[in-house]
């Protein structure tokens, strides 16, 4: 994979993609069980404001054998870039290719990312259509208020989260072998 240093300079906001604010977790990706993406389906400037992001990645840190990490949608001259150097989705603590996470989910606060959600997936090289998928796939699930009627993006995620406990849809099977339900 090319290093994220040698294309940077080829985007006009390079800080969307480097990670370090005040206040980010990383932990040893070898030294925990469950790690666990969390997608905002925008720019990094629009997600970093929606308050659900940072308290779920705060509460899923807390615990010793979780690690959750954050990304977010690339500009279209980021994305260009990733896709012309073959360069997966990654996240921003410590640029992990999203495909090589347990879990990720998507945080669904409005129609209009629908279309960003399947464009991330392809760009994380990830089957968009939850039946493509298999075991050596990350779970792809999605919370939010547009989670609320799940079924216009229903054949593109394995779990929704609504409201306190999770809807299965698709991945009964594969949900049972993981430890982690929220």
Not at 29 to 37: E, F, G, N, S
Not at 79 to 88: D, L, S
Not at 159 to 169: A, C, M, P, R, T
Request: negative net charge.
């Amino acid at each position: 994979m090319t290093h994220l240093n040698d294309i940077l300079h080829q985007v006009q906001k390079p800080a969307r993609y480097t990670g370090g604010e005040w206040n980010s977790i990383v932990k040893g990706w070898d030294k925990t069980t469950i790690r666990v993406a969390l997608i905002y389906p925008d720019l990094y400037e629009i997600g970093m404001s929606n308050m659900a992001l940072p308290i779920l990645y705060q509460l899923l840190n807390s615990q010793p054998d979780v690690l959750a990490e954050r990304a977010f949608a690339p500009w279209v001259d980021m994305e260009a870039v990733m896709r012309r150097e073959n360069i997966p989705l990654f996240s921003l603590e410590t640029k992990h290719p999203l495909n090589e996470f347990d879990i990720i989910g998507f945080s669904l606060g409005y129609e209009l990312t629908y279309t960003n959600v399947l464009n991330m997936l392809d760009l994380a090289q990830i089957p968009v259509l939850a039946s493509a998928r298999s075991d050596s796939h990350p779970l792809v699930i999605a919370g939010g208020s547009c989670a609320l009627n799940p079924e216009p993006m229903a054949g593109f995620f394995d779990l929704f989260v609504i409201g306190q406990k999770g809807v299965i849809s698709q991945a009964e099977k594969r949900l049972t072998k993981s430890a982690f339900f929220w």
